[in-house]
């Protein structure tokens, strides 16, 4: 069985460095066909999508806050993290890591989605 | 970048009835990069479909995703009291991908 979980402050401020990190368990960060995202909710709104990295060491970054984030792995300790600079208190939300899938060959992937989520974890920006 | 728009914003049903969710994609997407989900409060989102069409494991048949291009849809057949949630798709075909606002389907 695949679980995601995800770690974290609770608490930053404001112009403060977030460092979160997404553990996975019963799969390995080799397999080719799978990647990891990070996806954030502020309370009371929409999905977002910031950020995925794959086994090859693919990696994309949503256009809006692509100069504050990296994503990274570190495939023997199974975790990936996602650093986001300069925070602010817009970026207060519940953040998920969650596991892609996906099939084929260069530029012509089928994705099969996220198919399996950590629970969250909430994060507030305040001073 | 792609804009996917998700509507209607809310939709009021009875349990029973059927439920149609459109996404439209800013440009065209992949049958094979489009996603749905569907999340209730307090609770991680689940994949619905994926591929536009395909049931995701576990999901029951009631749960049917179609269309090509620029028009996506997600029906329910016949509302479970468990289905109403908030539905989200998303796009894989053009980096970075991105999640339309979501349809909230809520009870009448």
């Known amino acids: 069985q695949v679980t995601l979980k995800e770690s974290g402050p609770v608490l930053v401020k404001p112009t403060e460095t977030l460092t979160l990190t997404c553990t996975v368990s019963g799969s390995s960060l080799s397999n080719a066909r799978m990647g990891v995202s990070w996806i954030r909710q502020p309370p009371g709104k929409a999905l977002e999508w910031l950020a995925h990295i794959f086994s090859n060491d693919e990696k994309s970054y949503s256009t809006s806050l692509k100069s504050g984030l990296t994503i990274s792995k570190d495939t023997s300790k199974s975790q990936v993290v996602l650093t986001m600079t300069n925070v602010d208190p817009v970026d207060t939300a519940t953040y998920y890591c969650?596991?892609?899938?996906?099939?084929?060959?260069?530029?012509?992937?089928?994705?099969?989605?996220?198919?399996?989520w950590g629970q969250g974890t909430t994060v507030t920006v305040s001073s | 970048e792609i804009v996917l728009t998700q509507s209607p914003g809310t939709l009021s049903l009875s349990p029973g009835e059927r439920a149609t969710l459109s996404c439209r994609a800013s440009?065209?997407?992949?049958?094979?990069?489009l996603v749905w989900y569907q999340q209730k409060p307090g609770q991680a989102p689940r994949l619905l479909i994926y591929g536009a069409s395909t049931r995701a494991t576990g999901i029951p048949d009631r749960f049917s995703g179609s269309g090509s291009g620029t028009d996506f849809t997600l029906t329910i057949s016949r509302l479970e009291p468990e289905d109403f949630a908030v539905y989200y798709c998303q796009q894989y075909g053009s980096s970075p991908s991105q999640f339309g606002q979501g349809t909230k389907v809520e009870i009448k």
């Open positions: 969650a596991r892609i899938t996906r099939v084929g060959l260069a530029g012509y992937y089928h994705y099969h989605g996220m198919d399996v």
């Open positions: 440009q065209s997407v992949s049958r094979s990069q």
